[in-house]
């Protein structure tokens, strides 16, 4: 969300960002109910102000004048509380415009309406040549037994899945070591409950534009959260931070839910996009001034490939394009990791700046060195997420013979004895 003050004041680059997101919003629609709500306001404190000053009056008058001044300061109550209820009307409108502002995506962000415009910042690693015929990871599950993809369809329908043997053990392990890499970084480790109310969607931002996306449970009013940063941005909803506790650094750990309702098709095979999955997310929120925002997003960055390396997985940095990056980014910087049996790259981290862009929304506050009380800035980074990281860790480390030779730190995590990790 942005304040009216900004959109008032910086109409054009409300609108261009509209335009460079591909938003369906019209902001004469916002700013007449914006002047309407605030002429409401205006006429409804002046109708209190003359029904106070009539009855302050009351007591000095002839008692034969009391009727008419009873009528008119009844008069003026009763055309107060018709204009409240239009005010709340406009009001309610009005607020869920702001709620599909978006959010000014930084310059250096390339223009066009989807992901086909995202250009690549750098690329590291090398990508393995195999001197025989990769396998891709559903053959290289099925043939060492690591996970169950077809009798699970029955329970659980598609985009299901149960790692077995080692690789559900991997997992398990691979998310501790992410949760530890971060928390050395200086983060709190958390672990947040993917149930939550639906204020909690709105200021994260899944809401209102995503709710298909997401699994609901009317019954409790509760939906399920398709990652942890959907609680971690209400955890402080309602504070006014002092500033001296600020950076506020989480490692957030949660199973996550996804519909998926917009892939049908896509990724259908295996592991890469699936309905239930688990991440370790990086969480910051800190100081409103731009340069200190830009500075977490090149570190989440730089954590998150610091994993990718210690994996010896071959990357590519990514800028996403203003079409791609979605309504409150002010930045987006995908990591894709190379999948060999698809021959490129694909999405496994996805690094946000989004300014106070999502502070407004869960009115996280804080009072800076100067005394001012403002929005805080928030950012987020996936630091790992199963068992989409798995595709590019079994396939390039894959041998001739259908096994798996897992990088030196996952060696250690796992405690193989040799470095042929065979099931
Ligand atoms: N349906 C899915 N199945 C498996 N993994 C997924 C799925 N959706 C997302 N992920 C993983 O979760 C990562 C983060 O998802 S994201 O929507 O891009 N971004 C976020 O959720 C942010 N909070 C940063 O983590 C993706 O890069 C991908 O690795």
Known sequence: MLGLDFIRAERAAVEKAIEAKAVDLNVDELLSLDAEVRRLKTEIEALRAQRNTISARFKDVAPDERAELGRQAKEAGARAGELESELGEKDGALKSL????????????????????????????????FDFEPLDHVALIEQNDWADLSRIVQVSGSRQYCLKGRLALLETKLMGWALERITEGGFTPITVPSMAREQAFLNQGQFPGHKEETYEMPADEQWLAGTAEVALTSLHSGEIIEGDKLPILYAGYSPCFRREAGSAGKDVRGLLRVHQFVKVEQYVVCDADDAVSAGWHARLLELAEGMLQALEIPYQVIETSTGDMGLGKFRMNDIESWVPSLGKYRE?????????????????????????????????NTALASPRILVPLLENHQTADGRVKLPKAMQELIGASTSEVRW
């Not at 862009?357 to 060195?369: K, L, M, P, T, V």
């Not at 100067?370 to 950012?379: C, S």
Request: glycine share 8%.
């Open 348 to 380: 496994t981290h996805s690094c946000s700046t989004l300014h106070d862009w999502q502070a407004r929304r869960a009115n996280i506050r804080y009072r800076g060195s100067d005394g001012k009380v403002r929005f805080a800035h928030t950012l987020n």
């Open 98 to 129: 702001l709620m599909r502002v978006p959010n000014i995506p930084w310059d250096g962000a390339p223009i066009g309406p989807d992901e086909t415009f995202n250009t690549v910042v750098r690329q590291e690693g090398v990508v393995p040549k």
